[in-house]
């Protein structure tokens, strides 16, 4: 007789627990091809249970070919229904959580302060859009995201960021992480020569090398891209940049060097891509005006409300030269359709009302606040042997030591003692040169956070040079 024990406790129905389990036996081998199963009245009566239970779980495996019933003999177990599994639970990593650890200060950067985000005004806007919208916005919607937003970002990026595009130059996407790997998709093919700045985010280098692509690495200063050393010799696809805060050191890069590289793209008949990710979070002055409003034909303009607002939104912008704007609209279909509606609609109206730039009004304010006391806590802590750079914008700043090499080893070092810090060097291209540096954002930590943290670090580093 089958045995199948029938746990009545359990949330799963009977009917399914009889399914699963002699499907499993089959799929192992435990019941080979052939054998007679046990009739219905029989099977109901030895698990003591209606049998119903057991009908419906035969019809379920005779559906899906793990039985066969032949009239007047049985019900048989299909021939070809058995297979080798292995069990994969020991090849699982464990996942990373990069945001929160076990009582670990982490100073990520590029996190906001995501206790801040106007939570009450974003539900009133919803609750309006709900109930005012259109059944047609349930359904399927244009790849190149909602006009409305569209019309909006366009007003809004001339007005604050110099950018001059039509809403029609303007595709909608998950977040910065699709508009690159759109772009990725969009302007490179295997072999093709790709320039970017160095260091940059490795993550970035990742989704441009996935293309079959190679990275010509130009080195920054404390002015971001060093353009003097632009190669006269290739034909790049394009330059990749962050020219109103560079990644992750900080410099801005001066209008001599931008119109070095407009006219270098226009030379060799390449594009510029312009990461701008934070640069409204600028603490003295106005933000620095793009790269795009210089040449919109040749310049490529990413941007998203990730580090504004908040990651969860997923809502990230490219602006196209005309050209490129078909070719992108049907990448971006094929990709997912089309950037959720409603969430830009949301954001449209958040936009349109002001309550954007009240609130990056509100959080540069914050945002300097955490920075003038993570440097103080940096300069008590370190005194001399400290270096801060790049701090004139955003959400963290680079920290230079004397004589420390921050290699993975002192890192994990490091983390024994609560706290987690970011190599410049991870994120190099041409390794070697910054070793002595870490990345330490702020934006997403409270002031005490701030404070012990460094402390823990401190500690660490004593221990260490010990």
């Given at each position: 007789?089958l045995?199948?024990?029938i746990?009545?406790?359990?949330?799963?129905?009977?009917?399914?627990?009889?399914y699963?389990?002699?499907?499993?036996?089959?799929?192992?081998?435990?019941?080979?091809?052939g054998?007679?199963?046990?009739?219905t009245?029989?099977?109901?009566?030895?698990?003591?249970?209606?049998r119903?239970?057991?009908?419906?779980?035969?019809?379920?495996?005779?559906a899906?070919g793990?039985l066969?019933a032949?009239?007047?003999s049985?019900?048989?177990?299909?021939?070809?229904?058995?297979?080798?599994?292995?069990?994969?639970?020991?090849?699982?990593?464990?996942?990373?959580?990069?945001?929160a650890?076990n009582?670990?200060?982490?100073?990520?950067s590029?996190?906001?302060?995501?206790?801040?985000?106007?939570?009450?005004?974003?539900?009133?806007?919803?609750?309006?859009?709900?109930?005012?919208s259109e059944?047609?916005?349930?359904?399927?919607?244009?790849?190149?995201?909602?006009?409305?937003?569209?019309?909006?970002l366009?007003?809004?990026?001339?007005?604050?960021?110099?950018?001059?595009?039509?809403?029609?130059q303007?595709?909608?996407?998950?977040?910065?992480?699709?508009?690159?790997?759109?772009?990725?998709?969009?302007?490179?093919?295997?072999?093709?020569?790709?320039?970017?700045?160095?260091?940059?985010?490795?993550?970035?280098?990742?989704i441009?090398?996935?293309?079959?692509?190679?990275?010509?690495?130009?080195?920054?200063?404390?002015?971001?891209?060093k353009?003097?050393?632009?190669?006269?010799?290739?034909?790049?696809?394009?330059?990749?940049?962050?020219?109103?805060?560079?990644?992750?050191?900080?410099?801005?890069l001066?209008i001599?060097?931008?119109?070095?590289?407009?006219?270098?793209?226009?030379?060799?008949?390449?594009?510029?891509?312009?990461?701008?990710?934070?640069?409204?979070?600028?603490?003295?002055?106005?933000?620095?005006?793009?790269?795009?409003?210089?040449d919109?034909?040749?310049?490529?303009?990413?941007?998203?409300?990730?580090?504004?607002?908040?990651?969860?939104?997923?809502?990230?912008?490219?602006?196209?030269p005309t050209?490129?704007?078909?070719?992108?609209?049907?990448?971006?279909?094929?990709?997912?359709?089309?950037?959720?509606?409603?969430?830009?609609?949301?954001?449209?109206?958040?936009?349109?009302?002001?309550?954007?730039?009240?609130?990056?009004?509100?959080?540069?304010k914050?945002?300097?606040?955490?920075?003038d006391f993570?440097?103080?806590?940096?300069?008590t802590?370190f005194?001399?042997?400290i270096?801060?750079?790049?701090?004139?914008?955003?959400?963290h700043?680079?920290?230079?030591?004397?004589?420390?090499?921050?290699?993975?080893?002192?890192?994990?070092?490091?983390?024994?003692?609560?706290?987690?810090?970011?190599?410049?060097?991870?994120?190099?291209i041409?390794?070697?040169?910054?070793?002595?540096?870490i990345?330490?954002?702020?934006?997403?930590?409270?002031?005490?956070?701030?404070?012990?943290g460094?402390?823990?670090?401190l500690?660490?580093?004593?221990?260490?040079?010990?």
């Amino acid at each position: 007789m089958l045995w199948i024990p029938i746990d009545r406790s359990s949330a799963i129905p009977l009917n399914r627990q009889v399914y699963q389990q002699i499907r499993e036996k089959i799929l192992c081998s435990e019941l080979q091809a052939g054998v007679r199963l046990a009739s219905t009245r029989e099977l109901s009566t030895e698990l003591n249970v209606s049998r119903n239970v057991i009908l419906e779980a035969y019809d379920q495996l005779l559906a899906e070919g793990f039985l066969v019933a032949q009239r007047g003999s049985g019900t048989f177990v299909a021939e070809g229904a058995s297979l080798s599994r292995t069990d994969p639970s020991h090849e699982i990593q464990k996942v990373d959580h990069k945001y929160a650890e076990n009582g670990i200060i982490n100073f990520r950067s590029g996190i906001p302060a995501l206790d801040l985000f106007p939570r009450k005004i974003w539900a009133k806007l919803s609750h309006q859009l709900w109930n005012d919208s259109e059944s047609t916005n349930l359904g399927y919607d244009l790849p190149e995201g909602r006009l409305e937003l569209r019309q909006t970002l366009a007003y809004y990026l001339k007005r604050t960021r110099g950018v001059h595009c039509h809403p029609e130059q303007i595709i909608i996407t998950s977040g910065a992480t699709q508009a690159m790997t759109l772009v990725s998709r969009l302007l490179l093919s295997p072999n093709d020569i790709a320039i970017m700045e160095d260091p940059i985010t490795n993550d970035i280098q990742t989704i441009f090398t996935s293309s079959g692509a190679t990275i010509y690495p130009i080195p920054v200063d404390e002015d971001g891209m060093k353009t003097a050393l632009l190669p006269k010799n290739i034909v790049p696809k394009f330059i990749f940049l962050t020219p109103s805060h560079q990644f992750p050191l900080g410099g801005t890069l001066p209008i001599q060097r931008r119109i070095q590289l407009v006219q270098y793209a226009r030379n060799q008949h390449c594009y510029l891509i312009e990461d701008d990710y934070d640069s409204e979070f600028r603490f003295e002055g106005l933000p620095i005006s793009s790269l795009q409003g210089l040449d919109p034909e040749h310049v490529l303009y990413i941007g998203s409300f990730s580090k504004i607002l908040s990651p969860a939104l997923r809502i990230g912008y490219i602006v196209l030269p005309t050209h490129l704007i078909e070719k992108c609209r049907q990448l971006k279909w094929f990709t997912d359709l089309h950037t959720p509606s409603l969430e830009q609609l949301i954001l449209a109206r958040f936009i349109n009302e002001g309550y954007l730039e009240r609130h990056i009004g509100k959080m540069k304010k914050f945002y300097k606040r955490q920075r003038d006391f993570l440097i103080q806590c940096l300069h008590t802590a370190f005194s001399t042997n400290i270096k801060i750079l790049g701090y004139s914008t955003g959400m963290h700043l680079v920290a230079e030591f004397k004589d420390i090499h921050f290699s993975q080893e002192i890192l994990l070092k490091i983390e024994q003692f609560g706290v987690k810090v970011y190599p410049v060097e991870n994120h190099a291209i041409t390794k070697g040169n910054y070793h002595n540096r870490i990345i330490i954002g702020y934006g997403h930590l409270k002031q005490e956070e701030i404070e012990k943290g460094v402390e823990r670090l401190l500690q660490a580093l004593n221990s260490i040079v010990k």
